[in-house]
């Protein structure tokens, strides 16, 4: 059916650059469509974002994997949009706000009701703008975000830093803006660029560098023994905070990993004392000094 002819599509029998082609074409463009007009919150661009290089991964299969000397595993998501070459999603909506920006300044007449929104002051409100054209506290999130758009591509276009100085917000008004290369403003995270001293996770132990947190919290387990207090001190199925009992150790584990904090400073006392019993450790070994019996 067709259920299964699209499952068929991200087979990886078919060439990788076909399927990063439909996704583009199928599965980005609706996701996206139509957001250059909202004004998307850093919360809203990172769960498009991890929906995206989750569809990625699958996209690319086994290529997504790699041998880093200590053994196989994924490649970092810089690798990753290098390797299909796309974009993050907040950067794309970036571009594609700036591109609706040129257009709708060269059509005034059409764009009244959102040039009123970005730059108006209502009668029952205070000014979005203070007299430099820079947007104040009082600034809608729309107007806020098109100056935030601004000042990234003011970094990659000549002179339009120096017309943002003087005339603001304003400044997309000038021929320097409508005539920039919003293209610039896409953001790959090409690590290939990176130098050794751009990786910001390091190992306090060895000279381990990596470049995300999940890996260095692999390299502390795999190499250095490292475990979280909760899974070192929890050894029963109770809780060494608040003494709660459970049917198994691990779920003694997922409760102290939640509520640790809380049990830290909550009275002692046993509860659901007649429904479980303490299982007591086959080696009675203490996780911090080693003392055993």
Known sequence: GLAVTWCSVWDQAIALQTRILGYKIFV???LIAGLETLSVTAKQAHQLEEFQ????????????????GDGIRMISNHILRGTTDIPTIESLLRRRRLTWMQRAIQTPSDHELLFAVLFGKPAFAQAQLTPDGVPSKHANSWT???????????????GLQDRLATKGIFAIQDQIFLRARTKVVLKYQDVHKATHTD?????????????????????????HGWRKIWRIAVTANECPWCRTRFSSVSK????????????VHAPRRVRTITEYTVQFPKTLRCPFCGYHQ
């Open 199 to 223: 990786l910001k996770f390091v190992c306090k132990q060895c000279d381990f560098i990596t470049h995300s947190h999940a890996s260095l919290q692999m390299h502390r387990v795999k190499k």
């Open 53 to 68: 290089l989750q569809k990625l991964r699958r996209i690319v299969g086994s290529n997504c994997y790699e041998d880093s």
């Open 144 to 158: 806020q975000q098109l100056w935030n758009d601004l000042q990234k591509l003011a970094a990659f276009t000549p």
């Open 28 to 30: 980005r463009s609706s």
């Open 252 to 263: 003694a584990r997922r409760h102290a990993a939640r509520m640790k904090a809380s049990c």
